[in-house]
Structure formats: C-alpha cells, structure tokens
C-alpha cells in the first residue's frame, strides 16, 4: 500500500530543471577534487598490488585471519548509505524537505554504524597484538606485516573519509533544515553527495582486495 | 536536467547488492589467479553502477564529465602498467 503510493509519488514529480553555468562549475570542482583523493588511494592500491605480487602466499595467510562477514555487511551498509544519499538528493529536488532530511539522516545514521564496525574490527585485531610497529606483528613473516600496514593505513584513511563525509552531511541537514538548501538550491547538497560515493566506491574496491584474496 | 526517479536508485542498489554476493562466492572458489581479475572485474562493474547511476554521470550532456572518468582511469592504468613493468623484470629480463 505504502509501496504503491510511493511509487505513484515517484512518477507524478520526475521534473526537469535548467542547468546553470553555476552549478556546472561548483560540480566540475568536485570532481576534480574527486579525481585527486582517486589518485590518492590510487597510489596506495598500486602499493598494495606490488607488495601483493611479491608476497602472495603471505597476503593470502594474513587476509584469511580478517572476518569477512563483517566486511560484507560493511559493504550492504555502504552501497545502502549511496541509495539513500542519492534519493536525498532526489528529494530535495522535488521539494520534498522532510523526505530529504530524513534520508540524510539514514545515510549519517549507516556511515555511523560502518564506522562502529570499523572499530570492532580494529579493536579485535588490536586486543590480539596486531597493529602497526607491535611486537607481535613484526615477528610474522615479512609479508604480513606489509599486509597489515597496508590493511590499517588503507582503511584507517578511508574511514577517517567516511568520518568527514558524516559531517559534512550533517552541515547539508542543518542547511536543509535552515531552508538554506532547497528544490531551487542544491549544488552543495549534490556536491556532498558526489564525495559519499567516492568513498563508496573506494570501499568498493577496498572490500574484495582486502577480505577475499583467495 | 532531470531528476532520477526513486525506481532507478532502487534497482541499481539491488544490483550491487548481488554483484557484492558474486564477489563474495566468487571469493570462495578455486579458480587461480582469475579470481583477482574477476573480483577486479565486479568491483569495476559495482563502481560503474555508482558513477553512472548515483552519481549521475550518464545524465551528464556535457562531454568533459563523461570523458574524465575515463580519461583518469586510462593515467592510472598507465600507472599500474608501468610499476609491474618495473617489478616483474627486476630479476633482470630472462
């Protein structure tokens, strides 16, 4: 029921609007700064697949010891967090503030709990002696410790992205709720946007290379 | 400039959703050293998905936004060719 008037709500309003050179130019901006935080990580991921190929058995030994449940559901969470942002945009296109406000909230609401498990990750892997430099790690084979430097640097990075990705989310709502942002004004909020899928899209490619290696 | 419908959004998430579970059962397979580039591949897949749908990059009319996705991916593949250009003949060429 709810579905169908959902739905009927989607047709009615898919509207057109005229693109300004504007908004043109603040988008262009931040793909360009997405561009570079791409090169960023992928510099890192060019280290990763060369300390990979020189250590494989050792990455393969040492990605088996991560949970990749936790991982998966890591992933469902984020690829999640894009369809709410994405749709919050939709909303705030069509003047439908509320909705706008409250799939931002859920999108904040995921990166929040994608970080928590993050930290239980972390946390477990830290309670065993393995992090960065510990004794425990560096008397592994040298494989390994190049796999966990890389596994808490890579993602440590990333999730300090998700982190100000959920504040700079929490400025749109507050510039939505403030009707500073609105169905005529939305570039930052579609800019905000643009910058959560990035990190998306770097989870994308962090979770198989991390988890699965086989 | 049109807004995407709500359907659209819902159906790229449903496909990225089973694209992550082929990874994943890919993952668990034996198949050598395929399974890196068919993760690479679904990954590359998944994040299509995001920038054409999510981010909106098919709607785009103007060309510089389509062309520089592309464009990027090309100097990091330039990249990534060039450093196993270095480390696989580092032993000397045989």
């Known amino acids: ?214 | 400039m049109k807004t995407a419908k709500y359907r659209t959004y819902i159906l790229v998430w449903v496909g990225l959703v089973i694209l992550t579970g082929m990874t994943f059962s890919v993952a668990g397979r034996n198949l050598g050293g395929w399974t890196v580039l068919i993760a690479l591949a679904i990954a590359g897949t998944k994040s299509g998905l995001v920038l054409n749908y999510f981010m909106h990059l098919r709607s785009e009319k103007l060309s510089i936004f389509r062309v520089i996705i592309p464009l990027v991916m090309a100097v990091f593949l330039v990249f990534i060719l060039l450093t196993f250009a270095d480390l696989a003949f580092r032993g000397g060429v045989k």
């Open chain 1, 1 to 214: 029921m709810i579905l169908r008037s959902f739905l009927k709500m989607d047709e009615a309003k898919a509207f057109v609007f005229e693109e300004t050179r504007e908004h043109t130019s603040a988008k262009l901006g931040m793909w360009l700064f997405i561009l570079s935080e791409l090169l960023l990580f992928g510099g890192m991921f060019i280290l990763y697949s060369a300390y990979r190929y020189k250590n494989p058995l050792d990455f393969h030994h040492a990605s088996r010891e991560l949970e990749v449940l936790l991982g998966t559901f890591n992933t469902i969470i984020l690829l999640t967090s894009s369809l709410s942002m994405a749709a919050s945009i939709s909303a705030l296109q069509r003047g439908q503030r509320r909705l706008s406000m409250a799939l931002l909230i859920v999108t904040m609401s995921l990166g929040l709990l994608f970080l928590v498990n993050k930290g239980f990750e972390w946390g477990t892997k830290i309670e065993h002696g393995i992090y960065p430099n510990s004794p425990t790690l560096l008397a592994r084979a040298k494989g390994e410790i190049l796999f966990y430097g890389l596994y808490y640097v890579m993602t440590g990075l990333h999730g300090l992205h998700v982190l100000v990705g959920i504040c700079i989310l929490c400025g749109m709502l507050i510039f939505i709720a403030k009707d500073k942002l609105n169905h005529t004004r939305f570039v930052p909020l579609e800019n905000a946007g643009l910058y959560w899928h990035l990190v998306d899209i770097i989870w994308i490619f962090l979770y198989p290379l991390f988890y699965l290696i086989t």
